[in-house]
């Protein structure tokens, strides 16, 4: 289980993405995306090891996520689904994962061919403007971490009028 601060793009604020003990797994550097659309993932020493950013050109909203310098995927919002949003991780070959659920209030799970794969939920913790990434086992850990970002930003985009 990993622990995200939520909406940390409306300050664009670094921040650590925390195991479920406490300790740092992973450094979040969201100063780099008012910059330049993207934001970088480095390990606890300091090394860039994925990184998620907004494709400038695309009829919707659209983030690729790349990890060890390669792309791994792009996020992006369904066209059509009526009465809720949903987001595809658009990975190389067959198997894409779907993000559904309540994505606004951070309830939600990643399937990938109908199976659970992670799950996103603020209740599991007490600390506020927070919520947790559980991440089945033999599933990427950067690809989920990372595909919550990209969804993060994108809903704050969305949110925000004029950009």
Do not use: C
Not at 62 to 72: F, H, L, V
Not at 101 to 125: F, M, N, P, T
């Amino acid at each position: 289980m990993f622990v995200i601060k939520e909406r940390f793009f409306s300050i664009g604020d670094d921040f650590d993405v925390l195991d479920e003990n406490g300790a740092k797994v992973f450094h979040v550097d969201g100063k780099v995306f008012s910059l330049r659309n993207r934001v970088v993932i480095e390990d606890a020493a300091g090394e860039e090891v994925a990184s998620v950013q907004r494709q400038l050109v695309a009829l919707r909203p659209t983030y690729e996520i790349r990890i060890g310098g390669e792309k791994a995927a792009e996020v992006r919002k369904k066209l059509f689904t009526p009465f809720r949003e949903k987001f595809t991780i658009d990975v190389p070959g067959p198997d894409d994962l779907e993000m559904k659920g309540d994505l606004l209030d951070h309830e939600y799970v990643i399937e990938q061919a109908g199976v659970e794969v992670a799950s996103v939920s603020k209740r599991w913790l007490t600390i506020r403007d927070t919520y947790a990434v559980k991440v089945a086992e033999g599933v990427d850990p950067l690809l989920i971490i990372g595909s919550v970002l990209a969804l993060d930003l994108a809903l704050d985009r969305d949110a925000r009028p004029g950009d």
